[in-house]
C-alpha cells in the first residue's frame, strides 16, 4: 500500500506517548507551572532542561530535581540565547523530543490609550515572539524523533482585553502559532498541541489580581465559574498529561470550555454588552486616572 504525506503521523500515533527517556525543554521552568511541570515530567522519567530569565531559580529547581536535569539561563525574547540553549540541551541529552514554550509576563493595568508602549514591546517580545524563538531552534531536533511541541495560550485569549490588552493580544497570537505548528508539523510525524488556563494561583497571579487594588476590580469581573482557579500543579498535570496524549489542545479548568467552543457567538454578544456598561466604563476612567 502506497504511503501518503501523513504516514509518518499515523505511524506515530498511539495510545499515549511516554516521556520516559525522552528529552524535554521547558521555559519559564524556574516557578510556577513550569518548575511543576518540570518536576511531573522529570518523575515520570524524562531529562529536562529547565529555561529561566532568572539563574539562581532555574539552577535551585535543577537542583531539586537532581540528575537528568540541566539549568539553563536565558531569556527568551533574546533568540540568539534560546538557540545556545536548545544546542545545550542537545549536548548534553543527545536528544530533544519535547518543547514547552511556557514563559510569560503580565502588564500593569492600563488601557492602549495610556499604556507605556515600553511594557506593551515587553509583553508582546516575551509571551509571543519568545514562544517563536523557544520553538523554532528546536524544530528540526523534534522532527528528527516524532517529538511533541506544547505553547502555552491562555483563556484570555478568548476574552476582550480591556485594561490589559497587550497579554490577551499576546496570548492571542500563541494559539495561532499553535495551530500553525499543529498543521506545519503533521507531515513529519510530530504533534503540536495549545494550553489554555483561565486563573492560574502563581505569584504572577497573586502580584496582578490579588495584591493590586485595580487588579481586584478585573478579577470580579469574571462571572462563576470562569473565576475558578487552579494550581500551578494542576495546570502542570494538565499539560503533562496533554503530551502523553499528543493533544492539539488543553483547556483549564473545564467551565471555559463552553466558552471556548461558543466564542464566535457569545463574543459578538459580549463585546457589544461590554461596550455598553455603566460599571465598565468607570473601571476604565479608573485604570487611566491612577497612571
Known sequence: ????????????????????????????????????????LHRRGASIALVDI???????????L??????????????EAMEKA????????????????????????ATL??????????????????????VRP???????????????????????????????ISKAGVEQLGRALRVELAPHGVTAGVSYF???????????LDRDDIGRAIDNLLPWPLDIRITAAEAARV?????????????????WVPYALLRGIVNVALDHQLARDPKLATLIHRIENAL
Open 198 to 208: 483561565g486563573i492560574v494561583d502563581t505569584a504572577m497571579t497573586h502580584a496582578t
Open 239 to 255: 499539560i503533562a498529561d496533554g503530551i502523553r496524549r499528543r493533544a492539539p489542545r488543553t483547556i483549564a479548568p473545564t467551565g
Open 138 to 168: 528546536a524544530l528540526d531536533h523534534v522532527i528528527a524523533v516524532r517529538g511533541h511541541i506544547v505553547v502555552v495560550s491562555s483563556c484570555a485569549a478568548f476574552a476582550p482585553g480591556m485594561g490589559g490588552s497587550p497579554y490577551m
Open 66 to 79: 537532581g540528575e537528568r536535569s540541566l539549568a539553563l539561563s536565558a531569556d527568551v525574547a533574546d533568540r
Open 1 to 40: 500500500m502506497n504511503s501518503g504525506p501523513l504516514e509518518p503521523l499515523r505511524r506515530i500515533t498511539g495510545p499515549r506517548y511516554d516521556v520516559r527517556g525522552k528529552t524535554v525543554l521547558i521555559t519559564g521552568a524556574g516557578q510556577g507551572i513550569g518548575r511543576e511541570l518540570a518536576t511531573l
Open 54 to 64: 532568572d539563574q539562581a531559580a532555574a539552577q535551585a529547581a535543577a537542583s531539586a
Open 86 to 109: 536548545t544546542s545545550r540541551t542537545v549536548e548534553r541529552f543527545g536528544r530533544l523530543d519535547v518543547v514547552v514554550a511556557n514563559a510569560g509576563v503580565v502588564p500593569k493595568p
Open 113 to 134: 490609550r495610556t499604556m507605556d508602549t515600553d511594557s506593551f514591546d515587553r509583553v508582546l517580545d516575551v509571551n509571543l515572539t519568545g514562544a517563536f524563538n523557544t
